[in-house]
């Protein structure tokens, strides 16, 4: 009886983990990308849209040109939060907005040099694009004072941006290096007061790699530490009641999921919604609960360390599986 309630009761969290795995999986939110700079697009259009059907644009017409400036552009749940993944929404931009608009604008070609001001409440933008897309020096001026300097290769951001406040004792400069930003200096009155080093996506993929490496090297000294235990004991083991052995089989996948809730936090890597973390318990439950009944009734436990050490063990392995999923969808 108790087999086999053990075995519906697996069953049911199977099911569930699965259900909720495939729900995060075809689930599409929708997320908002921001832009620290302007961004831009150039479009033919004899007719300006309604600004009230779109909260993410602002309109500026010029004779038969369109000028749109983007606040800010919906995407999909990005793997990360980055200049990368920034620049990969900024791909075809113009194309996407005039499908966006779906009325009478047009994108226009690549290699048509077009220079124009618009006056916005930011300031006075000083723009040059080739085609549809920002490209080359842009300025924007308040009150005839310079405030934003920087350049543009078609639609990222490139070079050094220079950021200036209204009495000019504030400057930040940003460096760009293919879109992706890698330094951030601040100076007041001339001196250098702080300056940020920002890890392109790059460095987040080596940085992956080195971490898979350090937990990989703790889960073998861990293991030579078991091993260690077992020789130290053997033929001796630790003495349980039954009851106490079943807890720790069905209590594990909890102490579990909280080193791994605790090693992601670590590593600077948890930025999941609720039902990610929801699927990610049943799935430790579904895979740590058997495996605990064999560490306890077949390999046996040595010591109480080794309650603990187990349960580390199957933590990082489940960070180290999480951390290969999230350097495949890097790559991607």
Known sequence: MIADSLI???????VAGITIFAFCATSQQRYVQSFDQ????????????????YDEFEFYPKDSLLVVKVNHWYINRPIRNDDYNKNHSLKDLDKNVVARLADSATVIPYGKITTLIINTAEGEDFLRFNGGRLDGKFNRKVNDKLIIQGFYKMGVEDS??????????????????????????????GKLVAKTHINTRADTIRNTYVQISIMILVIIFMIRFLIK??????????????????????????????????????LMDFNEDIFVILASFLFISVVVCPLMFVVVFWIKLRKEMDILLYCLIFGLLCSIWTSCGTLIALYN
């Open 8 to 14: 519906a009761r697996l069953s049911t969290l199977i």
């Open 38 to 53: 302007p961004q831009y697009v150039l479009l033919k259009s004899a007719t300006v849209p309604d600004l009230n059907l």
């Open 160 to 189: 050094t941006w220079t950021f200036t406040s209204g009495d000019s004792d504030n400057v930040v400069v940003q460096t760009f290096v293919n879109g992706e930003r890698t330094s951030v200096k601040q100076f007041n009155h």
């Open 229 to 266: 235990n077992y020789r130290n004991t053997f033929p001796q083991e630790l003495k349980l009641r039954l009851v106490w052995k079943w807890l720790i089989c069905f209590l594990s996948p909890i102490f579990v999921f909280l080193s791994y809730i605790g090693i992601r936090i670590l």
